[in-house]
């Protein structure tokens, strides 16, 4: 966060205080190698020192607090298992207990009864009493000056504290580094003009402020600072690029809505489109006619219907002279998209193709003819089309489904492809992300979102069984074959435990086999160690109804459509993700009539899997979900951020500051209205800090 600077550049090695051992330890658990990093680790609270706490006020909380007590006794216990010293103090309004496990024998000579002490520390009780474990303790003297203000507080690992960099030490080597760097010295890339209307102060103060502050107020007005900084540059910098790309990068126009979008919008599709459905084809039909390259993100819960919306744009496409790509994950979900867009567009006129790793041979010389050549309009596949032999004669039109299986260096790849413009590219999610990721990750990108679901839809209803539920499960999964319908159950496997997984898996098959066996029931089993073509066979004797059951990984999360199957089973449901399951329930549920959501776990369940799993059974909505799952988890774990590497956020919260990162948001484009390149003098130092932190700037906007 603190710009160039040649002291604060240096390397903590230059502190006096600190010996090897604990600047290995700084640089190893805090990640902090120079003077400014250190800096840049804020406290987590702050405790008033100025404040004594009563005994008899006290409550069991997370706060450290200050007793002033006389010590009565203190005493060596031996234990069972441990030695512990014991000492009782007293204040007048109570007396209380505390207690050392470390330290015992050097604490009871610092200690003596019938004195008067500060105490400090975190209470805890034990049944009604009252304790404190390791306080800090100073003897009290009449008439010292206390201190004013608040003394920080940093978040330590065992590893610091063994090595000696306690919080004493810490507070020491951050009062020297900020004495070499008073407020004004600390170069600030926001100018002073832009802080007076923000009501903002400047950098320099923040660092100091954050770091010891004279007052609460001193404290939030550098907690204001900080997270306007952090979010303001996030979007400055998605924004900065998002509109240097817009301006760099024409696109080609689509100007008409011909007779191939026209005859299907008129005859062939057997609903009405929801309006959400119709309101994204609008946002996309501007896009591609505004001369600029589009790059939207088009995000709607499984279900929504999106690929009908794929489908229209890439009509769109053909009207105008030009051919599209739809790029899919995984090939069971690229085949099954091929298949009902051929069939759909059957007699239409337009020509669609099939690609992927596993078409050779003649086959896919002729398919690549046929694209090079611009007879197929619409060409279905893999990540198998981003490669270099594949060669359209004029790409306008990519779309990528489901893409937090892309990477994003992929998603560059296209770009590639096309000869004299970068197509117009869509992607299209069903994880529902929430705004303030989608600002985030996503914040260079156009967003649509289709909040709606087609009519008729019954909601997938939830629930949640323990493993010992499993023979009623069964006997209810019986019924629902007996109707006619198809079950689907699924396992988690993770890479980690890969192996104990899939013993898990066929252990799971053959239960269902011995409650389930054939002739009369016929089961399908799909999971990542078969060979891709034995997993297609199978999955395709679901699809065609010839089995019952489909025992799966994973790999069914996405996409796959079998409006047959009434029930999602989902074993050791614990371990999965909310949008995973999330994901895994919208498999079923695409027809008409009642579908649902069995959660199977085990009784053992995390405070975190029971909320998953209590979020799943509360609720259907893909949005709260998801925002559960970013309280849960927290934005750093979110897919794809890591990986990203745009989120590196200290003070603010994409969870807690949503007004304030929309805020910051305006505020930058306000600035890039008025000076789109930053070009401005008291722009520079805005752009110069981007440089600088963002590394390679070049880059990071060629790729979306
Ligand atoms: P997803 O957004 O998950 O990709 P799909 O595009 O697979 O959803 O659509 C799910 C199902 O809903 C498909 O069977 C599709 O034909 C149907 N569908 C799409 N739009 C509508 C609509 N407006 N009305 C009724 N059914 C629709
Ligand atoms: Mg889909």
């Known amino acids: 966060m603190i710009p160039k600077h040649a002291y604060l550049d240096q390397s903590i090695s230059l502190l006096a205080a600190l010996n090897d051992r604990q600047i290995n330890a700084v640089r190893k658990d805090l990640g902090v190698s120079s003077l400014g990093d250190l800096l840049d680790v804020f406290p987590f609270r702050y405790v008033d020192k100025t404040q004594f706490t009563n005994i008899s006020d006290l409550q069991e909380s997370n706060d450290l607090i200050q007793i002033k007590a006389t010590l009565s006794s203190i005493r060596e216990v031996k234990g069972k298992a441990k030695r512990r010293l ?46 404190m474990v390791h306080p800090e303790f100073e003897p009290f003297e009449e008439g010292k000056k206390i201190p004013v203000g608040l003394e920080p507080v940093y978040h330590s ?36 003009s832009y802080r007076k209307s923000l009501k903002l102060i400047s950098l320099g103060d923040a660092v100091h402020k954050i770091h010891f502050p004279k007052s609460i107020a001193e404290r939030d007005e550098a ?30 126009v689509f100007e008409k809505v011909g007779d191939a979008f026209m005859k299907y ?20 039909r ?20 999106k690929t009908m919306v794929a489908l229209l744009c890439m009509l769109l496409a053909k009207d105008n002279g030009f051919q599209s790509c739809l790029m899919a994950p995984t090939e069971i979900l690229a085949q099954q998209h091929f298949e009902s867009l051929s069939e759909t567009l059957k007699g239409t006129g337009v020509y669609v193709g099939y690609l992927s790793g596993s078409i050779k041979g003649k086959l896919r010389k002729e398919t690549l003819r046929l694209v090079s050549e611009g007879l197929i309009h619409i060409l279905i596949g893999t990540h198998a089309l981003l490669e270099d032999w594949v060669q359209f004669q004029n790409i306008g039109l990519a779309i990528i489904d489901e893409q937090h299986r892309f990477g994003v260096a992929q998603r560059a790849k296209l770009w590639a492809k096309a000869k004299a413009h970068i197509p117009h590219i869509l992607v299209m999610t069903a994880t529902p992300i929430p705004r303030t990721m989608a600002l985030t990750l996503y914040g260079d990108l156009d967003v649509s979102v289709i909040d709606e679901l087609p009519p008729g839809r019954k909601k997938v209803q939830t629930v949640h069984k323990f493993d010992n539920g499993r023979p009623e499960v069964y006997a209810f999964i019986e019924r629902e074959i007996e109707k006619g319908r198809q079950i689907y159950v699924v ?35 799909v999971h990542g160690r078969m060979k891709a073509t034995d997993k297609d066979l199978e999955m395709q004797r679901f699809v065609n109804k010839e089995s019952h059951i489909l025992v799966a990984t ?3 999360e996405v996409g796959v459509n079998v409006p047959n199957a009434s029930v999602m089973l989902i074993e050791n449901a614990e371990r999965f993700g909310l949008s995973q399951l999330h994901q895994l329930r919208g498999r079923v549920g695409r ?14 369940l995390t405070q975190q899997s029971r909320e998953r799993l209590t979020t799943m059974v509360r609720t259907n909505d893909g949005f709260e979900i998801a925002e559960a799952d970013l309280q849960l988890r927290g934005p750093g774990d979110m897919e794809g951020t890591q990986q990203s590497g745009v989120v590196n956020l200290r003070l603010s919260s994409l969870t807690h500051d949503k007004s304030l990162l929309e805020y910051c948001r305006n505020f930058a484009l306000t600035i890039l209205q008025d000076d789109p390149t930053l070009a401005k003098a008291h722009n520079q130092s805005l752009l110069e800090y981007m440089r600088a932190g963002s590394g390679n700037l070049k880059e990071w906007g060629r790729i979306s």
Request: aromatic content about 12%; charged content about 25%; hydrophobic content about 35%.
């Open 554 to 556: 994973t790999v069914i």
């Open 491 to 525: 396992y988690p496997l993770i890479e980690e435990s890969a192996t104990l997984d899939l013993a898990n898996l066929e252990q799971g098959y053959e239960r269902l086999l011995q409650r389930f066996p054939r002739p009369a029931y016929q089961i399908s089993v």
């Open 591 to 604: 027809g008409n009539s009642q579908s649902y959501c069995i959660l199977l776990s085990s009784y053992k």
């Open 157 to 192: 690992t065992e590893k610091l504290n063994k090595a000696g960099f306690t919080q004493k030490k810490r507070k020491k080597c951050i009062k020297q580094i900020l004495s070499k760097v008073p407020p004004t010295v600390i170069p600030d890339p926001i100018s002073e």
């Open 286 to 305: 501007r896009d591609v006619a505004s001369g600029f390259q589009m790059n939207r993100l088009i995000q709607g819960d499984v279900g929504s219907g």
């Open 265 to 284: 919008y008129n005859e062939k599709i057997p609903f009405e489109l929801t309006n959400a459905q119709k309101r994204v084809i609008k946002e996309v």
């Open 86 to 131: 014991v000492a009782q103090i007293f204040d007048g309004s109570g007396q209380m207990e505390l207690l050392w496990f470390q330290g015992i024998s050097w604490i009871p000579n610092a200690l003596e009864a019938g004195k008067t002490y500060i105490f400090f520390g975190k209470v805890s009780k034990y049944g009604s009493k009252f304790s």
């Open 223 to 252: 907690i204001k600072r900080i997270k306007f900084h952090e979010l303001f540059f996030l979007q400055l910098r998605i924004l900065f690029l998002k509109s240097r790309r817009k301006e760099q990068l024409k696109g080609v």
